[in-house]
Nanobody, 123 residues
Framework: QVQLGESGGGLVQAGGSLRLSCTAS????????MGWFRQAPGKEREFVAA????????FYADSVKGRFTISRDNAKNTMYLQMNSLKPEDTAVYYC????????????????WGQGTQVTVSS
C-alpha cells in the first residue's frame, strides 16, 4: 500500500521556522514530481510548492516565494519543506503530494496524498 507520511508541523510564533518532512512507503517516488499543498480553515486547498524528480527544478506559490524551500532526498524517499519567516496566514494543514497527471497547481491532478500535518503560526 502506497503511503505518504508528513511530520514536522506544530505551533510557532510569527517570524519563526519549521521544517516539514514527507516520507513515502510502499513504493518509491524517486522518478515522480512531488509537492506540497495547504488548506486553511474555510478555504480551498492551495498549491504551495513542487519539485521535479531530479530536484533540479522547483516551483513556488507567490505567497511563499523567498520564504519556503522545497527539497528532496531520493535515497531516503523523503521530501522536505523548509519554512522561514512564517506568518499567521501560513496557518493551515499541509499536505504532501506525489505523482501528478496534469497541471501541478491543481490539487485534482495529483495522484497520491498524505494525511496532512497542522502548522499554526501565532501573531
Amino acid at each position: 500500500q502506497v503511503q505518504l507520511g508528513e511530520s514536522g508541523g506544530g505551533l510557532v510564533q510569527a517570524g519563526g521556522s519549521l521544517r516539514l518532512s514527507c516520507t513515502a512507503s510502499g513504493r518509491t517516488f524517486s522518478n515522480d514530481p512531488m509537492g506540497w499543498f495547504r488548506q486553511a480553515p474555510g478555504k480551498e486547498r492551495e498549491f504551495v510548492a513542487a519539485i521535479t524528480w531530479t530536484g533540479s527544478s522547483t516551483f513556488y506559490a507567490d505567497s511563499v516565494k523567498g520564504r519556503f524551500t522545497i527539497s528532496r532526498d531520493n535515497a531516503k524517499n523523503t521530501m522536505y519543506l523548509q519554512m522561514n519567516s512564517l506568518k499567521p496566514e501560513d496557518t493551515a494543514v499541509y499536505y504532501c503530494v506525489a505523482d501528478v497527471e496534469g497541471n501541478w497547481q491543481y490539487s485534482k491532478d495529483w495522484v497520491h496524498w498524505g494525511q496532512g500535518t497542522q502548522v499554526t503560526v501565532s501573531s
